[in-house]
């Protein structure tokens, strides 16, 4: 099993910046996609970056702002979220899908809130 902690969250201006945090716990031996997701009130999740062998991908809205990084030592991803707006606004939630297995793992979620 993989436990998920999101961090990070809270209110900024619009044109700050966030990063958060998702600390990853258990059995994560083996190579892993990780993502980042976000969900705003009565609107469907989206996934906002990803990253895989390395390799980063972003949802259009956020590219060019957001960055999405991980750290192998600490089991720790991270979104760094520069120049927010406030439709930025969402619970972000932390994936994990173990390719061996296929589970697919996710944390409670941390939110973000820009106001404008």
């Known amino acids: 099993q993989v436990q998920l902690v999101e961090s990070g969250g809270g209110l900024v201006q619009a044109g700050g910046s966030l990063r958060l945090s998702c600390a990853a716990s258990g059995s994560i031996r083996s190579p892993n996609i990780m993502a980042w997701y976000r969900q705003a009130p009565g609107k469907q999740r989206e996934l906002v970056a990803s990253?895989?062998?390395?390799?980063?991908n972003y949802a259009d809205s956020v590219k060019g702002r957001f960055t999405i990084s991980r750290d192998n030592a600490k089991n720790t991803m991270y979104l760094q979220m520069n120049s927010l707006k406030f439709e930025d606004t969402a619970r972000y939630y932390c994936?994990?899908?173990?390719?061996?297995?296929?589970?697919?793992?996710w944390g409670q979620g941390t939110q973000v809130t820009v106001s404008s």
């Open positions: 990253i895989n062998g390395g390799h980063p």
């Open positions: 994936t994990a899908v173990l390719v061996v297995s296929g589970s697919t793992y």
